[in-house]
């Protein structure tokens, strides 16, 4: 779910070096960063400010600087920059943050070789794990059935998470909304392009159309989007004259 504190950090991004020793409690900074310039004398034990230990260059005041080790992975910068997380309420932490989805598929990267050595698996995405899991108890991947699917969400994230899935409902309208969230909202990048493609065609054919039948425009390049129909009726039993308006 990406609510550990590597996935946060992932979520939130990662904060400068000198930021993290500010706060952050860490033993030996040797361990992750390399110091800028080399053999300055700052305390190896953090959390501590840089700013406060000024050296000289070009007969200034120059604030040091730390660097990444290059030989830290992703996930030890991460669970370094954890270490100064300070929160008490989860939604605390995570109101600065950006949703899971918004990062990408390597926010949750480092929890496979856990996952794995707990369950058997040899996975590195939920649709591999649920697939793996499938055949091991089942001999196939899983397949989610839902009959009453409504608005579809629960087929949505079911097929999201790699299972086949079939869903139905006795309502159009549900049906409608469960098949606009697989073939709209899931469609895949070429299928995306091509109802774009057969929107742009259908605009511009309702174009034509208005454009046929004498409607004005300002001459700039700007039409009306929306257009009442008005349809004026005697009727043949009531006294008076209704008009009709459709949009
Ligand atoms: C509570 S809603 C389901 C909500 C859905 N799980 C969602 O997340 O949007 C129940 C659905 O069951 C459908 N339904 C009710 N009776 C049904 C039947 N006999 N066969 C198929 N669908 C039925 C309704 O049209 C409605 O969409």
Same mark, same amino acid.
């Given at each position: 779910?990406?609510?550990? @504190? ?17 706060? *952050? ?19 190896? $034990?953090?959390?501590?400010? /840089? ?28 669970? &370094? ?9 989860? =939604? ?26 707990? %369950? ?12 793996? +899991? ?26 999201? +998470?790699?299972?086949? &899935? ?6 159009? &309208?549900?049906?409608? %909304? ?5 073939? /709209?909202?899931? *469609? ?6 091509? +109802? @774009? ?15 046929? %039948?004498?409607?004005? $425009? @300002? ?17 043949? =039993?009531? &006294? ?5 308006? %459709?949009?």
């Amino acid at each position: 779910m990406s609510m550990d @504190d590597v996935s946060i950090s992932k979520r939130l991004g990662l904060p400068k070096a000198e930021v993290i020793v500010r706060t *952050a409690k860490i033993p030996d900074i040797t361990a992750y960063f390399d110091i800028d310039p080399p053999g300055h004398p700052l305390p190896l $034990t953090a959390p501590f400010d /840089v700013r406060n230990f000024p050296h000289q260059k070009n007969g200034k005041d120059a604030t040091p600087r730390l660097k990444w080790r290059s030989d830290v992975g992703d996930t030890t910068k991460h669970q &370094v920059a954890s270490l100064t997380f300070a929160y008490d309420t989860y =939604r605390e932490l995570a109101s600065e943050a950006k949703r899971a989805e918004e990062v990408s598929e390597t926010v949750a990267s480092h929890i496979w070789a856990g996952v794995n050595a707990h %369950l058997g698996t040899n996975a590195n995405s939920f649709a591999e794990l649920v697939e793996q +899991l499938g055949v091991m108890r089942f001999g196939h991947r899983p397949t989610v059935s839902d009959t009453f699917s409504g608005s579809g969400q629960i087929p949505f994230a079911a097929a999201q +998470l790699g299972c086949d &899935v079939i869903a139905s409902d006795l309502n159009p &309208v549900s049906c409608m %909304l469960t098949w606009g969230a697989f073939n /709209v909202v899931g *469609a895949s990048d070429a299928q995306r392009k091509t +109802l @774009d493609d057969d929107q742009a065609a259908l605009v511009e054919r309702v174009k034509a159309d208005v454009d046929a %039948l004498g409607v004005e $425009t @300002d001459g700039e390049g700007w039409r009306g989007k929306v257009y009442l129909y008005c349809l004026e009726v005697t009727c043949p =039993r009531l &006294v008076g004259r209704f008009l009709c308006f %459709l949009l």
